[in-house]
């Protein structure tokens, strides 16, 4: 692949022209889209893929929205405040706080706009709790599944009629002295290349994790883990904000997963532990508390005894957790065993039957790793188990934004027209995995999406 390149501006002539032009095509550049033509620019998506689809296809869908009108049918109270506590409190303190407020203050309207404008019937997940939240907020679509929310998303563009530019791989950004871009170099599968003048830019290409070397660099301790996100996420944005001076932050912060059926390569969601689940490793063995997030947990698994790990849980928990697509196609590969006793179960997963009894009978408020088992209930036969391991799904850090999605310098101040949205931005969690709050990734997405596609769409209306 050819680096992405930052180039002068001076003399350089444009084959096509767009008011707001938008670099990626995931779930953050198509709401950033649609945003934008509700806002009254004519917007323009350039994707490197045939079909869009981005990481947000890899991902359960469900994005943490507080306040909205999903949760009061419910009998659910929250608003913006308790959920930007939360997203702080996970992240110790070192989520950007402007751009906190603002994101968890636009999602749920966001959400709301979405289901009016565009017909995406979203509902709330509300038997079990995320780690980490103080109230039920995951919203998703009906197959519980990141796949269907980014194929109504596209099929939103369309209908919009947005132009959608795929095959189409920016690689250049051409810039003038005084930091405006002025419009970027796309590479074609034929090796044919574009140019494409803008008035307002928007990086929702995602992050760095598909850039091997990158991840070396800001994440050595997952640098050999699956990759779970999109291979299009090669750090363009990262590369590109080096090259012109932008402020980047937290690039060690990302989502890891602790539960990646392997070798299935498919999702088990993390209600299978938060549900009264429990990870062992290969000897039978717990070697943390569980709920602390599944994030943090992808190190931990990889630190067993081959890099794996077995959820195991009950049929109570596979019921809940099989209103997840993954889950139910995990079960179809076979990823998940079933046993009528703890001693059978042993046998398939292959390890001590006395290690895993005594593993499954550890309860406490808390027990030796913190964990409270406290209205939770022991797990019953039939018990069910998957061998997972951990990987990374995307990173966290990124262009530092104002509020307004507009990428700053590092000299201060910020640029003209530049707008970041997504993985492309920094994002809420912080500096290490442990500070990534469920949904904080689809969350950043969408809320700053909406953002970046509204003010660029008034900049360029302006111009």
Request: glycine residues 14%; charged residues 20%.
């Amino acid at each position: 692949m050819t680096e992405p390149t930052v180039a002068p501006a001076g003399g350089i002539a444009f084959g096509a022209e767009a008011e707001v032009l938008i670099v990626g095509g995931g779930a953050a550049g198509m709401v950033a889209a649609l945003a934008a033509a509700e806002a009254g620019a004519e917007p323009v998506v350039v994707e490197r893929e045939a079909v869009p689809r981005g990481s947000t296809a890899l991902s359960a869908g469900l994005i943490p929205a507080a306040g909205t009108r999903w949760q009061r049918d419910a009998g659910i109270a929250d608003d913006a405040a308790r959920f930007a506590d939360d997203i702080q409190r996970k992240a110790k303190g070192e989520a950007d706080a402007a751009v906190l407020a603002a994101v968890t203050r636009a999602i749920a309207p966001t959400l709301e706009w979405l289901a009016d404008a565009h017909g995406l019937a979203f509902s709330v997940v509300t038997d079990f709790l995320y780690p980490g939240h103080s109230a039920h907020r995951m919203h998703g679509l009906a197959s519980r599944s990141g796949a269907e929310l980014i194929d109504r998303l596209r099929s939103a563009v369309e209908r919009a009629g947005i132009a959608v530019a795929t095959e189409a791989a920016a690689r250049t950004l051409f810039v003038a002295g005084d930091g405006t871009v002025r419009g970027i170099g796309i590479a074609r599968p034929d090796g044919s290349e574009e140019r494409i003048g803008c008035r307002a830019l928007v990086l929702a290409c995602n992050g760095y994790g598909g850039n091997r070397a990158l991840v070396r660099r800001h994440i050595p301790e997952l640098a050999e883990a699956v990759w779970f996100g999109h291979d299009g996420n090669r750090g363009e944005a990262v590369l590109w904000g080096e090259a012109l001076g932008a402020e980047l932050r937290h690039l060690a912060g990302h989502q890891g997963h602790g539960s990646v059926a392997h070798p299935h390569g498919i999702l088990i969601t993390w209600a299978v532990i938060m549900q009264g689940g429990v990870q062992v490793n290969a000897l039978g063995e717990r070697f943390s508390d569980e709920t602390e997030g599944y994030s943090e947990q992808a190190a931990r698994v990889l630190a067993q005894p081959g890099g794996i790990a077995w959820d195991v849980f009950d049929e109570r928990i596979a019921g809940i957790a099989r209103q997840f697509e993954d889950f139910r196609s995990a079960e179809a590969a076979g990823a998940v065993l079933r046993a009528g006793s703890v001693e059978a179960l042993a046998e398939a997963m292959k390890m001590p039957p006395s290690a895993l009894a005594a593993s499954l009978a550890e309860r406490g408020a808390p027990d030796r790793f913190g964990r409270d088992w406290t209205g939770v209930a022991p797990l019953a036969p039939p018990y069910c188990a998957v061998r997972v391991t951990g990987a990374l799904f995307h990173t966290q850090g990124g262009l530092a934004i104002r509020e307004d999605a507009r990428v700053r310098r590092a000299a201060g101040g910020v640029f003209p027209n530049l707008f970041a949205a997504g993985g492309a931005a920094a994002g809420l969690s912080g500096s290490r995995a442990a500070g990534y709050l469920s949904g904080n990734g689809l969350l950043t997405a969408v809320a700053l999406g909406a953002i970046a596609g509204r003010e660029s769409a008034r900049l360029s209306r302006a111009v």
